[in-house]
């Protein structure tokens, strides 16, 4: 179910010390985990601070500069998440966020009055400093519940670097009638732990305790064979918080071995985690106790903050305005809070639009289930509360035929009524009845990311790489300046015969202006015109030219490709056709909770069975293959989708498909129609993919036997018959507020649109400024050009009177000479 639309920041400090990495670790991936979930409606902002744990001083300035630096921003903390495990780096942390009133959950070690700064905490602080046992702080007390159970009067208690046995030494076996010793292992050296063994058994010790992980188990093992310590008169036991068994070359030797073990339900939960978020930190149970904490902390936060339990007028002091006497006064309740987050997985309630959790609603909740319930109420009146299945499961059977989820909560009498988008199924209808369909056929079909078209207005430069275009141009002005070269020095060019070609119509001297031009506008249908006169002028313009065909071939054909290859795409449409690509493209990711894939699972176990060769003739004859034909293509399927790994979460399922390249390579969501319908509806990238298969109503669970069975069919079908299902469906599907108004997809099949080829039109604007600019530039030029002065203007004309008399008199000469 939808928690809330609205986000909570929560800003929080997290101080660790540098030894615990894993609980840093375990932190990110509960912060992945709120990021990844949107409808817990969590924004983390961390402020991270590290030290060492035997440098407080150090550590303390850290923590107060870190602090201090947050209140100036006024970005001031809502809780303290406190890792240090133990030593005076903790304690000085504690002093600190006592003497400062910070809400603090704390991971440390120790037990009640192990933490001496938090000893003598009034009520009112002991609500907002909480403590919280690690693993590797519980396990060792195992040890003093079989020392009383087994009145054991002797034992050595050895300890690695896993665990923190400072506080211990006195409070383990507090009151015990045992004579105890506690001491670390003094090294990995087999000899060296002989030694040790050796030293404890002179103290006439004969029960022995190792906590550690499993390398130091078997090293004390081994040793301890070696020194012949197995037998009668002795007795070991082993602690562990790793995964697995302990190993040693022991021979007749008997240990107690003990380890925590998760739970079904906790070991489920822990195996989504750790696949979905990569939470593969060692020992496991310290990664998840770490995980638990800090997602414990963030709910517990906001539900303070949403519920207005949070006080308004916080106060914050900084470290240099405490004085010992001014800690502020605190009416915060975080103990509570914390002790009644439900740590469900959230993102597997999310059942829009069928329920939907809303805290204005009269029950907590909406969607078309409520309005549906509070229909059929009106008819068989009745009252009702929701509440919400524990494990957050619809309800699915193992392999022992025990059953989780809301089916469970109406198996075993604990619900009366199992309302949600739940499909009818012959296993489930063996345990519980259920009402007639109130909603369609709802099979599984495919989401997929909505393909995008990409465009550009240049697309038309897109057609040839980059250095295809440089190339071209470099062969433009190579070419251009050995025409003006050939010109020039060749002796029959029209620069040096210009006498020649003094009657020929049409003259051209190839400047390097004219070659650049004659090189440009032989690309274009216009032609370059006159060629140059000389042969090797001609033999270089016919070698452009049968350049520039081939480039300008080339280019036409691949733009007419590149703008209509996109329309030429083949979509998929169906199952068949995304069953064609699991070997290429797809990958399948089908969801985990809702819908388990039971479809390709059972397929590909039926396939199996009727192709077994044990099977008699008769026995094969009862599957009847050959009237339902089984496609190999199912199997090929669900062997890809184990291959690509299921997704734990809805959200990580859409996740998958938008990180997908396109809409033909990526994964594909085989999902719930209503879940992939919704999600389509709320989001404008996603689209859904062919016809729903595999198809089943959806109805009203109760629990055998129950009357409510016979009264909810007559009401549904009262309101079947009013059209009220279909007034409730046109409410929350066709008027759903959340639907988003997404833009229409350009349909290509029109033609070439102009955000195609825009371009070239922007090309053509920008020639005709061009040329606008030019002519100004021209006409600029020619008004303004620098004329003759009036010197200039004597000396012309004194040049040319000397000129005329020059003239005359030489006429003159030639007049006597001819008398």
Not at 421 to 424: C, K, R, Y
Not at 716 to 744: F, G, S, T, V, Y
Not at 747 to 755: E, K, N, P, R
């Given at each position: 179910?939808?928690?809330?639309?609205?986000?909570?920041?929560?800003?929080?400090?997290?101080?660790?010390?540098?030894?615990?990495?894993?609980?840093?670790?375990?932190?990110e991936?509960?912060?992945?985990?709120?990021?990844?979930?949107?409808?817990?409606?969590?924004?983390?902002?961390?402020?991270?601070?590290?030290?060492?744990?035997?440098?407080?001083?150090?550590?303390?300035?850290?923590?107060?500069?870190?602090?201090?630096?947050?209140?100036?921003?006024?970005?001031?903390?809502?809780?303290?998440?406190?890792?240090?495990?133990?030593?005076?780096?903790?304690?000085?942390?504690?002093?600190?966020?006592?003497?400062?009133?910070?809400?603090?959950?704390?991971?440390?070690?120790?037990?009640?009055?192990?933490?001496?700064?938090?000893?003598?905490?009034?009520?009112?602080?002991?609500?907002?400093?909480?403590?919280?046992?690690?693993?590797?702080?519980?396990?060792?007390?195992?040890?003093?519940?079989?020392?009383?159970?087994?009145?054991?009067?002797?034992?050595?208690?050895?300890?690695?670097?896993?665990?923190?046995?400072?506080?211990?030494?006195?409070?383990?076996?507090?009151?015990?009638?045992?004579?105890?010793?506690?001491?670390?292992?003094?090294?990995?050296?087999?000899?060296?732990?002989?030694?040790?063994?050796?030293?404890?058994?002179?103290?006439?010790?004969?029960?022995?305790?190792?906590?550690?992980?499993?390398?130091?188990?078997?090293?004390?093992?081994?040793?301890?064979?070696?020194?012949?310590?197995?037998?009668?008169?002795?007795?070991?036991?082993?602690?562990?918080?790793?995964?697995?068994?302990i190993?040693?070359?022991?021979?007749?030797?008997?240990?107690?071995?003990?380890?925590?073990?998760?739970d079904?339900?906790?070991?489920?939960?822990?195996?989504k985690?750790?696949?979905?978020?990569?939470?593969?930190?060692?020992?496991?149970?310290?990664?998840?106790?770490?995980?638990?904490?800090?997602?414990?902390?963030?709910?517990?936060?906001?539900?303070?903050?949403?519920?207005?339990?949070?006080?308004?007028?916080?106060?914050?002091?900084?470290?240099?305005?405490?004085?010992?006497?001014?800690?502020?006064?605190?009416?915060?309740?975080?103990?509570?809070?914390?002790?009644?987050?439900?740590?469900?997985?959230?993102?597997n309630?999310?059942?829009?639009?069928?329920?939907?959790?809303?805290?204005?609603?009269?029950?907590?909740?909406?969607?078309?289930?409520?309005?549906?319930?509070?229909?059929?109420?009106?008819?068989?009146?009745?009252?009702?509360?929701?509440?919400?299945?524990?494990?957050?499961?619809?309800?699915?059977?193992?392999?022992?035929?025990?059953?989780?989820?809301?089916?469970?909560?109406?198996?075993?009498?604990?619900?009366d009524?199992?309302?949600t988008?739940?499909?009818?199924m012959?296993?489930?209808?063996?345990?519980?009845?259920?009402?007639?369909?109130?909603?369609?056929?709802?099979?599984?079909?495919?989401?997929?990311?909505?393909?995008?078209?990409?465009?550009?207005?240049?697309?038309?430069?897109?057609?040839?790489?980059?250095?295809?275009?440089?190339?071209?141009?470099?062969?433009?002005?190579?070419?251009?300046?050995?025409?003006?070269?050939?010109?020039?020095?060749?002796?029959?060019?029209y620069?040096?015969?210009?006498?020649?070609?003094?009657?020929?119509?049409?003259?051209?001297?190839?400047?390097?202006?004219?070659?650049?031009?004659?090189?440009?506008?032989?690309?274009?249908?216009?032609?370059?015109?006159?060629?140059?006169?000389?042969?090797?002028?001609?033999?270089?313009?016919?070698?452009?030219?049968?350049?520039?065909?081939?480039?300008?071939?080339?280019?036409?054909?691949?733009?007419?490709?590149?703008?209509?290859?996109?329309?030429?795409?083949?979509?998929?449409?169906?199952?068949?056709?995304?069953?064609?690509?699991?070997?290429?493209?797809?990958?399948?990711?089908p969801?985990?909770?809702?819908?388990?894939?039971?479809?390709?699972?059972?397929?590909?176990?039926?396939?199996?069975?009727?192709?077994?060769?044990?099977?008699?003739?008769?026995e094969?004859?009862?599957?009847?293959?050959?009237?339902?034909p089984?496609?190999d293509?199912?199997?090929?399927?669900?062997?890809?989708?184990?291959?690509?790994?299921?997704?734990?979460?809805i959200?990580?399922?859409?996740?998958?498909?938008?990180?997908?390249?396109?809409?033909?390579?990526?994964?594909?969501?085989?999902?719930?129609?209503?879940?992939?319908?919704?999600?389509?509806?709320?989001?404008?990238?996603?689209?859904?993919?062919?016809?729903?298969?595999?198809?089943?109503?959806?109805?009203?669970?109760?629990?055998?036997?129950?009357?409510?069975?016979?009264?909810?069919?007559?009401?549904?079908?009262?309101?079947?018959?009013?059209?009220?299902?279909?007034?409730?469906?046109?409410?929350?599907?066709?008027?759903?507020?959340?639907?988003?108004?997404?833009?229409?997809?350009d349909?290509?099949?029109?033609?070439?649109?102009?955000?195609n080829?825009?371009?070239?039109?922007?090309?053509?604007?920008?020639?005709?400024?061009?040329?606008?600019?030019?002519?100004?530039?021209?006409?600029?030029?020619?008004?303004?050009?620098?004329?003759?002065?009036?010197?200039?203007?004597?000396?012309?004309?004194?040049?040319?009177?000397?000129y005329?008399?020059?003239?005359?008199?030489?006429?003159?000469?030639?007049?006597?000479?001819?008398?």
């Open positions: 179910m939808e928690l809330s639309s609205i986000v909570t920041a929560l800003t929080l400090v997290l101080i660790n010390e540098e030894n615990n990495a894993l609980a840093e670790k375990s932190f991936v509960a912060k992945e985990y709120v990021r990844r979930n949107p409808m817990l409606g969590l924004a983390i902002d961390p402020v991270i601070v590290v030290g060492n744990r035997t440098d407080a001083k150090a550590f303390l300035e850290n923590v107060c500069r870190k602090y201090n630096d947050m209140l100036s921003a006024q970005k001031t903390p809502h809780v303290v998440l406190d890792f240090t495990m133990t030593g005076v780096g903790s304690e000085t942390i504690k002093s600190f966020t006592a003497a400062l009133a910070l809400p603090t959950i704390s991971g440390s070690f120790g037990q009640t009055g192990d933490l001496r700064q938090w000893r003598s905490l009034n009520v009112n602080q002991t609500k907002y400093l909480l403590q919280v046992m690690p693993p590797a702080d519980i396990l060792p007390e195992s040890i003093r519940a079989v020392v009383t159970k087994q009145d054991i009067t002797n034992a050595a208690i050895i300890f690695d670097e896993n665990f923190v046995m400072d506080h211990k030494y006195k409070s383990l076996l507090q009151n015990i009638p045992t004579r105890h010793v506690i001491t670390p292992v003094k090294s990995f050296s087999k000899e060296d732990i002989k030694t040790q063994l050796r030293s404890l058994r002179e103290l006439d010790v004969v029960n022995f305790f190792i906590v550690g992980s499993l390398r130091t188990i078997k090293n004390v093992l081994d040793a301890a064979d070696e020194n012949q310590y197995f037998g009668r008169k002795t007795a070991w036991f082993a602690l562990s918080l790793d995964k697995g068994d190993s040693c070359g022991c021979k007749d030797a008997t240990i107690v071995y003990m380890r925590p073990t998760p079904a339900n906790s070991r489920d939960r822990l195996g985690i750790k696949t979905t978020y990569s939470m593969n930190g060692e020992p496991e149970i310290t990664a998840a106790f770490y995980f638990d904490l800090s997602l414990r902390t963030f709910l517990a936060v906001k539900s303070l903050l949403d519920s207005g339990n949070w006080p308004n007028d916080m106060k914050y002091i900084t470290c240099d305005e405490y004085d010992g006497k001014n800690t502020p006064n605190r009416t915060l309740d975080l103990k509570t809070a914390f002790r009644e987050v439900r740590c469900l997985d959230y993102h309630m999310k059942q829009q639009p069928f329920i939907i959790r809303d805290e204005e609603a009269p029950k907590g909740f909406k969607g078309y289930c409520i309005d549906l319930i509070e229909e059929i109420r009106q008819i068989v009146k009745f009252d009702y509360e929701i509440t919400l299945s524990p494990d957050g499961n619809y309800g699915t059977m193992d392999e022992n035929g025990n059953w989780n989820g809301i089916i469970k909560e109406l198996i075993e009498k604990r619900a009524i199992g309302l988008s739940l499909s009818v012959a296993e489930r209808e063996n345990v519980v009845d259920f009402t007639v369909p109130y909603y369609d056929l709802v099979g599984i079909t495919i989401m997929m990311k909505l393909p995008r078209t990409p465009t550009s207005l240049f697309k038309f430069l897109t057609v040839l790489e980059n250095d295809v275009w440089l190339s071209i141009l470099a062969a433009y002005f190579f070419t251009s300046f050995l025409m003006w070269a050939f010109d020039k020095w060749s002796p029959y060019s620069q040096n015969n210009r006498e020649k070609y003094k009657d020929d119509d049409e003259k051209r001297e190839f400047t390097l202006k004219e070659c650049l031009w004659f090189c440009m506008t032989s690309l274009t249908p216009q032609g370059g015109g006159e060629a140059p006169k000389n042969l090797s002028g001609r033999l270089l313009a016919a070698t452009w030219w049968l350049f520039g065909f081939i480039i300008i071939a080339s280019y036409t054909a691949n733009l007419a490709a590149f703008l209509t290859v996109s329309r030429l795409d083949t979509p998929i449409e169906s199952l068949d056709d995304l069953s064609k690509q699991y070997k290429t493209i797809h990958r399948y990711i969801f985990q909770f809702k819908y388990k894939p039971e479809f390709f699972v059972k397929t590909s176990i039926w396939k199996d069975m009727s192709l077994n060769d044990s099977l008699s003739d008769v094969r004859a009862k599957l009847a293959v050959w009237d339902y089984v496609s293509k199912y199997s090929k399927m669900w062997q890809a989708m184990k291959e690509a790994g299921l997704p734990n979460t959200e990580e399922a859409i996740e998958r498909v938008r990180q997908s390249k396109s809409s033909s390579e990526g994964f594909a969501w085989l999902g719930d129609a209503t879940d992939v319908r919704y999600h389509v509806l709320t989001n404008c990238d996603l689209q859904m993919v062919g016809d729903e298969f595999s198809r089943k109503p959806y109805a009203i669970a109760v629990q055998q036997g129950s009357p409510l069975k016979d009264q909810f069919n007559n009401a549904i079908l009262q309101l079947l018959n009013k059209r009220k299902l279909e007034k409730l469906k046109e409410n929350w599907w066709n008027n759903n507020p959340m639907a988003r108004a997404c833009d229409k997809q349909d290509q099949s029109d033609g070439i649109s102009i955000q080829i825009g371009g070239v039109f922007i090309v053509i604007f920008l020639g005709i400024a061009l040329a606008c600019a030019t002519l100004a530039a021209e006409y600029w030029w020619y008004k303004w050009r620098r004329r003759p002065t009036i010197s200039d203007v004597t000396r012309v004309t004194q040049c040319l009177i000397l005329s008399v020059t003239t005359l008199v030489s006429q003159l000469c030639q007049y006597k000479l001819l008398q």
